[in-house]
């Protein structure tokens, strides 16, 4: 089994040149060495008013890309600084800031491991603290 492998811009640039050459669908796909199928997608997905850009196609790829990654639940200002004023100020431990949190939103909001996480990675030190004394409180 194959694993899909990206387009390159470089791929991109090629893609357009042999469009503009006049090259049908399975014809580049086959000078590229890629299915049909990614060549198709690939105008579709990144083609406006009918005009292919690969700068622009490379741009919305890595867009992509990067929306689709796993984002940590703390870089939300909002509930960072809910969970730092529980565990410094009000001294919960993790437990405890997780199950308040999924009690008041009736859903789950954050886990008790990112929260240790967070401890010991330091962003929820306090500051001018250091992390042995973030774990102590908890």
């Given at each position: 089994?194959?694993?899909?492998?990206?387009?390159?811009?470089?791929?991109?640039?090629?893609?357009?040149?042999?469009?503009?050459?006049?090259?049908?669908?399975?014809?580049?796909?086959?000078?590229?060495g890629r299915n049909k199928g990614t060549i198709?997608?690939?105008?579709?997905?990144?083609?406006?008013?009918?005009?292919?850009?690969?700068?622009?196609?490379?741009?919305?790829?890595?867009?992509?890309?990067?929306?689709c990654k796993p984002h940590n639940r703390l870089?939300?200002?909002?509930?960072?600084?809910?969970?730092?004023?529980?565990?410094?100020?009000?001294?919960?431990?993790?437990?405890?800031?997780?199950?308040?949190?999924?009690?008041?939103?009736?859903?789950?909001?954050?886990?008790?491991?990112?929260i240790y996480r967070a401890i010991y990675s330091?962003?929820?030190?306090?500051?001018?603290?250091?992390?042995?004394?973030?774990?102590?409180?908890?």
């Open positions: 089994m194959r694993h899909y492998k990206h387009l390159t811009l470089y791929e991109r640039e090629n893609l357009l040149f042999l469009k503009a050459k006049g090259y049908s669908i399975s014809a580049i796909a086959k000078s590229m198709s997608r690939e105008l579709r997905r990144n083609s406006v008013a009918n005009q292919y850009m690969p700068v622009v196609a490379q741009h919305q790829y890595q867009a992509r890309r990067a929306y870089e939300h200002a909002r509930l960072l600084e809910h969970v730092k004023h529980r565990l410094l100020e009000c001294q919960w431990a993790p437990e405890e800031i997780a199950g308040r949190l999924r009690a008041e939103y009736g859903r789950y909001v954050i886990s008790t491991t990112t330091g962003w929820l030190n306090a500051p001018k603290a250091s992390t042995a004394s973030v774990i102590k409180k908890s």
